[in-house]
């Protein structure tokens, strides 16, 4: 299954847009890019996901390019309670054994 | 929105002695999960379960054994804990809908072990 390249932090002022990259160069055409969040030591929360088109949900917008091979999260207006590790996983049918990586911790500045 | 219920939320335990985390989910979903995950660290596949009478070991080896006789619950046993198995334990559910089905996970046990 494809793996994800994350960087391991941002920083992101409050209020501002909060841009996300991840990158997927090896991800096969039946793959979903997910994104995932985890505030301090909770379960990780889901945020969204989609196989080839833009998605976008009361939580955030997912753009993806063209050819696949990355993608960004986008939450628009970051509050502090966005302070997490996101994680950009990818998974097809028949694959349970989902990669979740390190992340990118993202700190919300006041 | 999927309810995932883990019990207990943090466990202090002895060496040697079995415990059972308990996971359950109200949605129905087929697919469940168990991972583990270290301080500050990545997530880790220790078990996880098609359907009923079905389980499956993970990416990480664990000393640990699941059960799935009902759908809605999927427990996970320790016969004798180790401070090693000091770690917390995730547990996550899906629909069975190929890819297009996203995890919704419990907020965890944190297990120490003395």
């Known amino acids: 299954d494809a793996k994800t390249t994350q960087p391991p932090s941002m920083d992101c002022a409050e209020g501002r847009a909060a841009n996300l990259p991840c990158n997927h160069s090896t991800i096969s055409g039946n793959e979903y890019v997910y994104w995932y969040r985890q505030i301090h030591s909770q379960g990780p929360q889901y945020i969204i996901h989609g196989l080839k088109n833009n998605e976008t949900n009361e939580m955030a917008s997912l753009i993806i390019t063209e050819d696949r091979k990355s993608s960004t999260l986008i939450l628009p207006h970051a509050t502090l309670r966005d302070t997490a590790v996101y994680y950009c996983i990818v998974s097809a049918f028949g694959n349970e054994k989902l990669t979740f990586g390190t992340g990118t911790r993202l700190t919300i500045i006041p | 929105e999927a309810d995932i219920y883990q019990t207990p939320r943090y466990l202090v335990i002895g060496t040697g002695k079995k415990i059972t985390l308990e996971c359950s989910q109200t949605m ?77 996970f419990g907020n965890g046990t944190r297990l120490t072990v003395t």
Not at chain 2, 39 to 54: A, F, K, Q, W
Not at chain 2, 58 to 77: A, C, Q
Not at chain 2, 81 to 100: F, V, W
């Open chain 2, 28 to 104: 129905g979903h087929d697919k469940m999960y168990w991972y583990q995950q270290d301080p500050g660290m990545e997530l880790h596949l220790i078990h996880y379960s098609y359907g009923v009478n079905s389980t499956e070991k993970g990416d990480l080896s664990s000393e640990s054994t699941v059960s799935r006789i009902r759908t809605e619950h999927f427990p996970l046993t320790l016969e004798s804990a180790r401070p090693s198995h000091t770690s917390q334990y995730l547990c996550a559910s899906s629909e069975d809908l190929g890819g297009n089905s996203p995890l919704h």
